[in-house]
């Protein structure tokens, strides 16, 4: 049974603090769990002459991955999208700048340069930023972009230069960003229609209304079912990444409980795209939010490093796995077999 409503990170490997590969069982890491709604295999089909369906989330994405030969300012970004519907661009005429959500839903977090899964079909896309349509809530004159090198999303002025990797398609699997406002390339607000940004399309699953319930000390979230605990509470409170897995698995031995440390893709779908300090939905009912949580991801790029997901912002960035020392949330609703083989494999290491 699928335990949760999020897209798998395509990581299958796990890897120590120091960036040298381990066996998966027992670690608690992204690698072992494989916690993710499942696609068919291939991924990608080629439907048309230059355009590749993704199976996993529905949307169709141009074979080449740029549609313009040079990087563009944002708000060129999206008149340069207006260009390729008024041109019927590979025959069609309801392409967009993917949103934040759209956009990521392309990584492979187990791989780099590009980070894409191992069997894309995709040609000359390009080691750097592209562009989504989703304004950064925080700072409006900013802009979400997504780095294809090593898989992270951070903002961009709107003045500066990114690549552009038009999309189409409705996604019966990826949820809205929450983005309901369109800015200018200088921060100020403008009416929506006929901009193409994130908040005036606002692609992908609607919101559950109420989207949390609050049990205790749980919370459950009805838009991807995983079930979330306050953060766990240490003296500072901040951890390194060994020290988050250790956390994790001795709150689940504690409670007898299928706690674990979320993979990046579980973290960034707690995100509201209109929000920042934190980057939450309205009216949620969790009660602490340090400014950057460990995911159980390591870097594709660099495996001494891991995904953690800075919730003030909404970005997706890394940490230094033996030095940086971040927040801890633990998220429920992995399979009990995935907790059973933890369980005998942590016994084992006990006797030995």
């Given amino acids: 049974m699928s335990i949760s409503n ?4 395509d990581q299958e490997k796990c890897f120590d603090a120091l960036g040298a590969e381990i066996p998966c069982a027992g670690s608690g890491q992204d690698g072992e769990l494989g916690i993710g709604i499942k696609g068919p295999n291939p991924r990608f089909t080629e439907r048309a ?5 993704d199976g996993l989330t529905g949307l169709v994405w141009p074979k080449k991955g740029v549609s313009f030969e040079f990087a563009l300012r944002w708000e060129e970004a999206l008149e340069h999208i207006r260009d390729l519907n008024r041109e019927g661009f590979l025959g069609c005429s309801d392409w967009r700048l993917p949103n934040r959500r759209e956009l990521r839903s392309l990584i492979s977090h187990g791989r780099s340069r590009p980070a894409l899964p191992l069997e894309h079909p995709f040609t000359g896309v ?3 930023w592209y562009w989504t349509s989703t304004s950064s809530a925080m700072y ?3 802009a979400w972009a997504v780095h294809l090198a090593g898989g992270r999303m951070f ?8 690549m552009v990797w038009p999309v189409r398609g409705e996604s019966p699997v990826l949820p809205r960003t929450g983005q309901n406002a369109c800015f200018d390339s200088g921060g100020a607000r403008l009416e929506c229609p006929g901009t193409g940004q994130d908040g005036e399309l606002r692609q992908g699953v609607s919101w559950p209304r109420p989207r949390f319930e609050k049990t205790g000390e749980d919370i459950l979230d009805r838009l991807t079912g995983l079930t979330w605990r306050e953060v766990i509470s240490r003296d500072p409170g901040l951890l390194t990444w060994p020290e988050a897995l250790q956390a994790v ?3 689940e031995e504690k409670t007898g409980t299928d706690w674990h440390l979320p993979n990046i893709n579980e973290l960034e779908s707690l995100v509201d795209a209109s929000r920042s300090s934190p980057a939450l939905p309205e009216g949620h009912p969790f009660l602490s939010n340090p400014e950057v949580l460990w995911s159980s991801t390591s870097s594709g790029f660099e495996p001494d490093w891991a995904y953690g997901l800075y919730m003030h912002k909404g970005a997706v960035g890394v940490g230094y796995k033996k030095t940086a020392r971040f927040g801890v949330w633990v998220a429920r609703g992995q399979k009990t077999e995935v907790r059973r083989q933890k369980t005998e494999v942590r016994g ?3 006797e030995v």
């Fill in 155 to 162: 903002w961009n002025r709107k003045d500066q230069i990114s």
């Fill in 49 to 53: 002459p230059g355009l590749v369906q």
């Fill in 249 to 251: 698995a001795e709150l």
């Fill in 126 to 128: 390009e080691q750097t």
């Fill in 348 to 350: 084992q290491r006990s």
């Fill in 6 to 9: 999020v897209l798998p990170t």
């Fill in 140 to 142: 409006p004159a900013y």
